[in-house]
């Protein structure tokens, strides 16, 4: 009967590969995320600001407007520049451009580092020391860079791969989640969903509220005329 030998590093190597990818897909989360905040914060400015020239122009369109429409229009307008302001200002200051590309650039050379871990466990060849430079590599390229990924990051990788948190949603016998890990699935799928969006929501009341006075501002009773 022979005894099987087992690697004592190889937990070790287990751990930390799947510490590095965790993190490397928070860092790509963390891009997308960012990417997508600049691209629709851009969007959102082009459409008020469209809203703007819009109510500027009616107007000139309907000559017997009364002064209560005037003002109407006059508050969508105001309020349309404020929210421009505030978009233009709030993605300038949080750099989320720049930030998407730095995460990035850490998820590439974490990725690198993560092929390497994948390559000694396939040659069953760990060593202390080749494990210790690994980790150090890892270390090195977390302090290289200067921003980090947020928490909506890390739940955004447990709904994506859980199989990667076996403690945090466990499988039954069957390999199938248990109950409990069902509900903690649903639940980071809503806390996912509204740390994704919830930046957006004054916004789209605005877009909304904006389109309504300016379909039906003269029919609403109070604006009609002799008001």
């Given amino acids: 009967m022979t005894v099987e030998k087992t690697n004592p590093f190889q937990d070790q190597l287990d751990r930390l590969i799947a510490r590095v990818e965790i993190t490397r897909e928070a860092r790509f989360f ?5 990417s997508r905040r600049h691209r629709l914060a851009y969007y959102m400015i082009s459409l008020l ?6 109510v500027s122009v009616i107007p000139n369109i309907y000559e017997d407007l009364v002064r209560a429409q005037l003002q109407l229009l006059l508050a969508i307008t105001i309020v349309n520049s404020v929210f421009i302001i505030i978009t233009t200002i709030t993605d300038a200051a949080g750099c989320y451009e720049l930030d998407a ?3 990035q650039k ?3 050379r974490l990725s690198t580092v993560l092929n390497h871990l994948y390559n000694m466990k396939s040659s069953n060849s760990v060593d202390e020391e080749t494990l210790t430079e690994l980790h150090d590599e890892y270390q090195e390229v977390l302090d290289d860079c200067p921003v980090d990924h ?3 990051d890390y739940l955004a990788v447990q709904l994506a791969k859980p199989e990667l948190f076996p403690s945090i949603f466990p499988r039954n016998d069957k390999g199938c989640f248990t109950a409990w890990a069902v509900m903690r699935l649903s639940r980071r799928y809503v806390q996912v969903l509204v740390a994704r969006w919830k930046w957006l929501v004054p916004h789209t009341i605005m877009v909304i509220l904006s ?3 300016m379909y039906g501002f003269r029919e609403i009773p109070y604006f009609g005329p002799g008001q």
């Fill in 106 to 108: 850490c998820a590439h």
């Fill in 101 to 103: 590309y730095l995460h």
């Fill in 211 to 213: 389109i309504m006075l």
């Fill in 30 to 34: 963390a891009k997308k995320r960012l």
């Fill in 150 to 152: 947020g928490d909506r």
């Fill in 49 to 54: 600001s469209l809203f703007v020239i819009l």
